[in-house]
């Protein structure tokens, strides 16, 4: 079955960085794009960042533009995001998720606060 496991939150403080990763198992991986949302506390879950099944095609919500950067690995069924300069407003549950369906996974939270 399609598993997709998250890690890599923690808490940081403004300005700092933290690298998300999400393992992908259950499906060609290679053959999907992906993406990543997150949920802050009490707002809906929003998406944050899309990428293609090569890798070369990316896309970001405009609040993320220039700090974020998704990317993938097809070898070893990973997508990743690298958050830098990071904010207190990008406190929140991180999910990646196949794009074509409501595949998730459990989220890793990201706290960003000083």
């Known amino acids: 079955q399609v598993q997709l496991v998250e890690s890599g939150g923690g808490l940081v403080q403004p300005g700092e960085s933290l690298r998300l990763s999400c393992a992908a198992s259950?499906?060609?991986?290679?053959?999907?794009?992906m993406t990543w949302y997150r949920q802050a506390p009490g707002k809906e879950r929003e998406w944050v960042a899309s990428?293609?099944?090569?890798?070369?095609?990316?896309n970001y919500q405009d609040s993320v533009k220039g700090r974020f950067t998704v990317s993938r690995d097809n070898a070893k069924n990973m997508v990743y995001l690298q958050m830098n300069s990071l904010k207190p407003e990008d406190t929140a549950v991180y999910y990646c998720?196949?794009?074509?369906?409501?595949?998730w996974g459990q989220g890793t939270q990201v706290t960003v606060s000083s």
């Open positions: 998720k196949r794009a074509d369906r409501n595949y």
């Open positions: 259950g499906f060609t991986f290679s053959r999907y794009s």
């Open positions: 990428i293609t099944t090569t890798g070369i095609g990316t």
